[in-house]
């Protein structure tokens, strides 16, 4: 009898969030037998808990110290093939826990640029450093004033360390301005193309009982970098609800390849490895204006792996050794992946272990 075919094993961190639903859904896809996947979460009740082998409870990224432990302690037990980030929070302790240890299996380069990618002040100026564009961007009274001279109302405000789109605010007046610099931790950029908003005007007839338009996405651009150089993988748009792609097209645009591979190999001479996005918008001129980076997996993962581009698999085949499921690669331009909710069941005895033994395990 010929022996069964090698499991991967995967260990990902913050598994319950949107970004690792759409990984899921791409392992699923590549075939979920040949996979063993380890999740850490922060949140007990998430649903992709119990959709792992095994899932530990984890500290949240603000306690780096003891995620890093914990990192420690998951990659002796489970000896994973690779350790994949799903938030940008995990991207920058993935990076200081890969920093010095040769040969980690960690989906993560150099510290510095895991700091310039999650901070997004820090991304404007390490673009300007580098001779790339960027949209204007400012942290204090001084810098914002000169920003309204320039490009006027409205604004955006955006937590320098944010993700996920959470409090992100369109800036209509100087009340707001006022407001997003005492919150602190904020950067304020140009709004670029801005999306709908609550206008005082739209607000004369009384509050929306909703109000979450369906809007076009900022087109984002998708590179792998590893030590070979800087690979372009995709470039995309969605339309979203609250954060969440819903509707997504690939794009045939070379000027958005072209500048994410001037971004790459930017971030690729600093020492960055793994995943790099640039997410960007087109000004009134109809040039692309990068406005964040990122350096993991991106939420419309398992669209592109319906789209013909299957990230997941592309990025395993380059840093698993021994990946052997096939990886076709046939982009359908002239198709949409739409996403539908589904339904998932989460016991509350499942719930129960998960919180208070720190561990649950399938079977």
């Not at 984890?58 to 994949?84: C, E, H, I, N």
């Not at 959470?166 to 193309?193: F, K, P, S, Y």
């Amino acid at each position: 009898m010929s022996a069964a075919p090698r499991r991967f094993r995967l260990l990902l961190m913050s598994v319950g969030s949107l970004v690792g639903t759409g990984l899921l859904e791409s392992i699923e896809a590549l075939g979920r037998e040949r996979f063993e996947l380890i999740g850490m979460n922060s949140e007990a009740g998430a649903v992709n808990n119990f959709r792992m082998d095994a899932c530990h409870l984890s500290p949240p990224a603000r306690q780096r110290q003891a995620l890093l432990a914990q990192l420690d302690q998951l990659v002796r037990r489970y000896d994973p093939d690779l350790v994949v980030p799903t938030r940008d929070d995990d991207v920058v302790a993935l990076a200081h826990w890969a920093h010095g240890r040769d040969g980690a299996r960690a989906l993560a380069g150099s510290v510095r640029m895991a700091e310039v990618i999650r901070d997004k002040w820090a991304s404007a100026r390490w673009a300007a450093e580098n001779g790339l564009p960027f949209a204007r961007s400012a942290i204090d009274a001084e810098g914002v004033a000169r920003l309204i001279e320039e490009a006027g109302f409205p604004l955006v405000a955006k937590p320098r360390e944010g993700f996920g789109s959470n409090g992100v605010r369109l800036l209509l007046d100087e009340r707001h301005v006022a407001a997003a610099l005492a919150a602190g931790g904020m950067v304020v950029q140009e709004a670029i193309d801005p999306s709908p908003t609550l206008t005082a005007a739209m607000l004369d007839a009384g509050m929306p009982l909703w109000f979450a338009p369906v809007q076009p996405g900022s087109p984002l651009a998708l590179a792998m970098l590893d030590d070979d150089g800087c690979h372009f993988l995709a470039t995309w748009q969605s339309r979203h609800v609250r954060g969440a792609a819903l509707d997504t097209v690939l794009l045939r645009e070379p000027a958005l390849q072209a500048l994410a591979m001037d971004y790459g190999q930017a971030a690729w001479r600093h020492g960055w490895r793994g995943l790099f996005n640039l997410q960007a918008r087109r000004n009134a001129a109809g040039e692309y204006v990068p406005i964040e980076l990122a350096g993991r997996f991106m939420g419309g993962t398992n669209a592109l792996h319906r789209l013909g581009v299957p990230i997941a698999a592309i990025v395993l085949q380059r840093f698993v050794p021994g990946f052997d499921l096939p990886v076709n690669i046939e982009p359908l331009y002239e198709a949409r992946a739409v996403k539908q909710v589904v339904t998932h069941l989460v016991t509350g005895e499942q719930e129960t272990t998960l919180r208070e033994t720190g561990v649950w395990q399938r079977g």
